[in-house]
């Protein structure tokens, strides 16, 4: 069974930056797709980006793009996500997804298409 474990994330000023990690307890994690999504109350959980773990691609929704980087770290299961000049809008749970083994990223752009979350972390941006 695949766990997603989140950390990072808290309160941050407008125009200040943050990074949020997720963990992932299975072994295939080197062929997995990842993404972070976000949601605000009342609204669904928007795609933030998206990286094929075992390489070949990364995707950014283009209300971040510039703005936020995606890393993996092979050797801890790992990938993260960096904010920087973070705005009011991003204020947000923060969620990280992976796809079932075998399946990339390619077109997979709403929650449904991914299996496996983690519980969230809240990021509030304060203007």
């Known amino acids: 069974q695949v766990q997603l474990v989140e950390s990072g994330g808290g309160p941050v000023q407008a125009g200040g930056s943050l990074r949020v990690s997720c963990a992932a307890s299975?072994?295939?994690?080197?062929?997995?797709?990842m993404a972070w999504f976000r949601q605000v109350p009342g609204k669904e959980r928007e795609m933030v980006t998206t990286?094929?773990?075992?390489?070949?691609?990364?995707y950014y929704a283009a209300s971040v793009k510039g703005r936020f980087t995606i890393s993996q770290d092979n050797a801890k299961n790992t990938v993260s996500l960096k904010m920087n000049s973070l705005k009011p809008e991003d204020d947000a749970m923060y969620f990280c997804a992976a796809r079932r083994p075998g399946l990339w990223c390619r077109g997979a752009m709403t929650s449904e298409d991914y299996t496996y979350w983690g519980q969230g972390t809240q990021v509030t941006v304060s203007s």
């Open positions: 990286i094929n773990t075992g390489g070949g691609g990364i």
């Open positions: 299975e072994a295939t994690y080197s062929s997995r797709c």
